[in-house]
């Protein structure tokens, strides 16, 4: 008895822990507004390196006007767009 309440306490808390990482994985960003810190934690496949450069094209080039847009970013191609395109936002 002891075991089986043991056994569904760890599976409970194992299915807790994967959906919060599912729904931190999933949040959307705003590419015109947010920091490289956000965009590294939000993008899949973008670091800060790569955030860091969105950053810049932003500053240097003004607002994005659709997730594409961030193909002109070096180092951001279409696979990484594809990858992240239900997380971005251009508001």
């Given at each position: 008895?002891r075991?089986?309440?043991l056994?569904?306490?760890?599976?409970?808390?194992?299915l807790?822990?994967?959906?919060?990482?599912?729904?931190?994985?999933?949040?959307?960003?705003?590419?015109?507004?947010?920091?490289?810190?956000?965009?590294?934690e939000?993008?899949?496949?973008?670091?800060?390196?790569r955030?860091?450069a969105?950053?810049?094209?932003?500053?240097?080039n003004?607002?994005?006007?659709?997730?594409?847009?961030?193909?002109?970013?070096?180092?951001?191609?279409?696979?990484t767009?594809?990858?992240?395109?239900?997380?971005?936002?251009?508001d």
């Amino acid at each position: 008895m002891r075991v089986s309440v043991l056994r569904n306490s760890i599976l409970s808390a194992a299915l807790l822990a994967l959906s919060s990482v599912t729904c931190f994985a999933g949040q959307q960003v705003n590419i015109n507004t947010a920091s490289a810190q956000a965009l590294a934690e939000a993008l899949t496949g973008v670091g800060e390196t790569r955030a860091q450069a969105i950053v810049e094209h932003r500053e240097a080039n003004g607002r994005f006007a659709s997730p594409d847009d961030l193909m002109e970013v070096s180092g951001i191609g279409s696979t990484t767009v594809e990858a992240n395109r239900d997380r971005i936002l251009v508001d």
